[in-house]
């Protein structure tokens, strides 16, 4: 089991940025996909961005693209997504998860991850 602790969560305006950290207990980035997911109220739960085993490789959903920018630090264990010119639907509980099940093809779905953060709460509201 690896235990994550989200941070950086907060209110923000439109256009404004955050950037989120995730801290793992121990190094696991060559055996797990590493992602970051969002719920919104009365939302699923739904794939924001996701390195691969190694960190050699990102993938960002659609919403994300051109927004959002995951990026690691392998010295402190630590994950992070960078987020620029947000919007007030980008307002969320943001998630860190870890999986080692994870392949590409189920890379967006959650429940290939098993260990999880708490989440922390991004509102974009002016």
């Known amino acids: 089991q690896v235990q994550l602790a989200e941070s950086g969560g907060g209110l923000v305006q439109p256009g404004g940025s955050l950037k989120l950290s995730c801290a793992a207990s121990?190094?696991?980035?060559?055996?797990?996909?590493r992602a970051w997911f969002r719920q919104a109220p009365g939302k699923e739960r739904e794939f924001v961005a996701a390195?691969?085993?190694?960190?050699?490789?990102?993938y960002y959903a659609d919403s994300a693209k051109g927004r959002f920018t995951i990026s690691r630090d392998s010295a402190t264990n630590t994950m992070y997504l960078q987020m620029d010119s947000l919007k007030p639907e980008d307002t969320a509980v943001y998630y860190c998860?870890?999986?080692?099940?994870?392949?590409?093809?189920?890379?967006?779905?959650?429940?290939?991850?098993?260990?999880w953060g708490q989440g922390t709460q991004v509102t974009v509201s002016s």
């Open positions: 390195f691969s085993r190694g960190g050699s490789n990102t």
């Open positions: 121990r190094r696991t980035f060559n055996s797990h996909f």
């Open positions: 998860a870890y999986g080692s099940r994870v392949i590409m093809s189920t890379m967006t779905d959650s429940s290939f991850y098993d260990n």
